[in-house]
């Protein structure tokens, strides 16, 4: 049975006012070249919202929503935050866990796919944090394994593809699910290069590699008794024309959708964990928009956000550790899992960057 002194839930970060946009999104994309004007047409979309990211938010609410079914299992462990690029920062949350005397953390990352932005990063940005706080070799942090066909991730979204297609159907009475409805399967689009080099090299996962076959083995489990037509499409990408990413993007796919007859959208968030600018600004603004100028009826099923059955997920795999339990007793709801606790050698490179050090992994 492995001891742990605290969970660390692990956030991206997001500002908190509109003096803080600028520089939040100079953490995100340091190191990238990304030019100011680029920064602040993405500006805009935070801008919106009153500067304020509800990201941050969320993870509070999902912070005290483990915490409470910690205590409710009578597991004896505080949860901690910290984000990678805004307050409170990783290098703090750890700071202040190690001054309590919590030295032997495991982390939940808010992301359930594997890619480098999903998973490498943010073992990369534990071990920068230990080193900026000379904690490497006192504090020992491990990683829950990528949840994306765990249970309490997927269910959500089954539920929500259910209500979404009732939600089409008392929209539009008449109308035919199985042939004037299209389900969109919208995640986070990432540079080919990564895409490929996401998951381990000896699992064969061919173009996209683990991170699309991911998507579409989790899709397929949701869509699952349904027989709506369904694609994957990715959304929110950021990086010059010329550098290809993954296709196709959701107003893209939407825009052709009409010629085929297809009256109606069931947009599922399957990429994101939470209710956070991506799924605001791209989903509920922009692709909500570009449905109603093709003139297609558009409804956005819920992410799992802080639902029983994801936080309830969520501290089962905290158990999985706790316990050790055998890789053939974890469930996972596609053949692609249960996935590694450990990530394998040379996990999610980076091609741009190369390998910098992280924990909860094996070298590089």
């Known amino acids: 049975m492995t001891a742990y002194d605290a969970i660390l839930l692990a956030g991206f970060g997001g500002p908190e006012g509109q003096d803080d946009v600028i520089p939040f999104l100079r953490n995100v994309t340091r190191g990238r070249g990304i030019p100011e004007e680029r920064l ?71 992301s359930a796919y594997s890619s480098y932005s999903g998973c490498r990063q943010y073992r990369e940005d534990f071990a920068a944090a230990l080193t900026t706080t000379n904690l490497e070799g006192v504090v020992h942090i491990d990683k829950i394994r990528q949840f ?84 994957l499409v990715f959304q929110s990408r950021s990086g010059p024309p010329s550098m290809p990413w993954l296709e196709p993007d959701i107003n893209d796919a939407i825009a052709l959708l009409p010629e085929r007859g297809i009256r109606a959208v069931v947009i599922v968030p399957l990429g994101f964990v939470s209710d956070h600018m991506e799924v605001m600004w791209d989903l509920d ?23 029983p059955d994801f936080v309830a997920g969520l501290i089962d795999l905290v158990e999985e550790r706790l316990n050790d339990t055998a890789a053939e007793d974890r469930p996972a709801m596609t053949e692609l899992g249960p996935w590694y606790d450990v990530c394998r050698p040379g996990c999610c490179e980076n091609v741009r960057l190369g390998f910098k050090p992280a924990v909860a992994g094996m070298a590089p």
């Not at 935050?81 to 949350?93: E, H, I, K, M, V």
């Not at 997927?154 to 929500?160: A, D, I, L, S, Y």
């Not at 064969?204 to 991170?211: I, L, P, S």
């Open 285 to 307: 603004n922009e692709a909500m928009e570009t449905s109603e100028k093709h003139g297609i009826f558009a409804v956005r099923v819920p992410t799992p956000g802080v639902s």
């Open 40 to 110: 602040e047409a993405v500006a805009t979309h935070y801008r919106h919202f009153g500067g304020v990211s509800p990201i941050n938010d969320q993870n509070r609410v999902l912070k005290a929503a483990l915490q409470a079914e910690l205590d409710r299992r009578g597991i004896d462990l505080p949860v901690i935050w910290g984000n990678r690029n805004w307050a409170p920062y990783l290098s703090d949350t750890i700071s202040e866990a190690h001054d309590a005397g919590r030295n032997n953390l495991l982390a939940i990352a808010t």
């Open 148 to 231: 994306f066909d765990h249970p309490g991730f997927v269910m959500p979204f089954v539920t929500g593809v259910t209500q979404g297609l009732a939600d089409v159907a008392a929209a539009i009475p008449g109308i035919d699910l199985d042939t004037e409805v299209e389900i969109l399967f919208s995640t986070h689009s990432i540079p080919m290069t990564d895409a490929n080099k996401s998951g381990p090299s000896e699992r064969g996962f061919g173009e996209g590699g683990a991170y699309a076959a991911q998507h579409m083995a989790v899709a397929q489990v949701v869509m699952n008794g349904h027989k709506t037509p369904w694609q």
